[in-house]
């Protein structure tokens, strides 16, 4: 396999890998962890079977990398749909969304979304008085770094379809900038590219990119605090402490997922990162073979790497 191939491959198990050992903690604070998992959650098989938990498989991932598949499901001869993502988007919303965040609900529920997407989304950043900044958006933006041209532009659109904030789209500029060029240019993005990226979208990313960069312990980012639990920008804080300094896919992966909050979340992206850092040779076997219906995750990210590495013609 080439470089390139492994890296986006790498990035596609991470997310899905994140997401669904995160479930295990998501929603539970340091305390809760170390009550239900003494020696950390490192397995699928030990997830709880709590009234959250027990809807999904072990070892199956859930929103984040759903609505990842609903992008993935819009690539057409070399880019993204932005209709039919939104289109996917909606007929995923319809169905049985588990896990679905609450802005992102609201947004997808209008009858309308899909010929209204931009509007939908407007609407509800402006109702939330332009405070509405989730991680709904961040959560599965990981593909849209791994297409070869307009990565940035697509970026922001994808986003826009469900979340209006300049710090959701900021956020997610940043991961699909940091993975591209992982997995394009074979080059880790700065501190200082990183900075720069943020403040052309918000002043209030800086902070965040300073505490991932600044602090030695992941604990140090209260990744389990409530009162803003699903914060894009807590959640990009996450991602770029383990891009900093996790030294290993599985080192960052235990991280993250033993601080609790919106764990799942916070994994899926930090792992697709560390993915398209490591490559997929990096990832420990069990967690792909123990993924629920990893076959069938397989046959649609090589379908798409194929299309993305343009071995394949789309038409
Ligand atoms: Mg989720």
Known sequence: MNAIKDKMLGCFYGQAVGDALGLGTEFLNKDEVHKHYPNGLSRY??????????????????????????????????????????KNFKDWADGEPM?????????????????????????WWELSRRQSAANGALMRTSIVGLVQNNFIEQTEDICRLTHYDPRCIGSCVIATSIIHNLVWNDKPLSYEEIKNIGSKYDVRLEEWIDLAYKRKYISELDLDE??????????????????WHANSFESGLLAVVNEGGDADTNAAISCAILGA????????????????????????????ISFATNEKNSN
């Open 226 to 243: 409530t009162h803003s639990i699903g914060y894009t920008l807590r959640t990009l804080a996450a991602a770029l402490w383990c891009y």
């Open 45 to 86: 098989e030990n997830i709880i079977q709590d009234a959250h938990r027990r809807r999904w498989h072990k070892g199956a991932w859930t929103d984040d990398t759903d609505m990842m598949l609903c992008i993935l499901n819009g690539f057409d001869n070399g880019k993204f749909d932005i209709l039919q993502v939104a």
């Open 277 to 304: 850092k490591y490559g997929y040779n990096a990832i420990p076997e069990y967690y792909i073979k123990s993924l629920y219906k990893e076959r069938e995750y397989r046959h649609k990210v090589d379908n798409f």
């Open 99 to 123: 896990g679905i965040g609450a802005h992102t609900f609201k947004v997808l529920a209008m009858g309308d979304y899909v010929e209204k997407h931009d509007e939908c989304s407007r609407l």
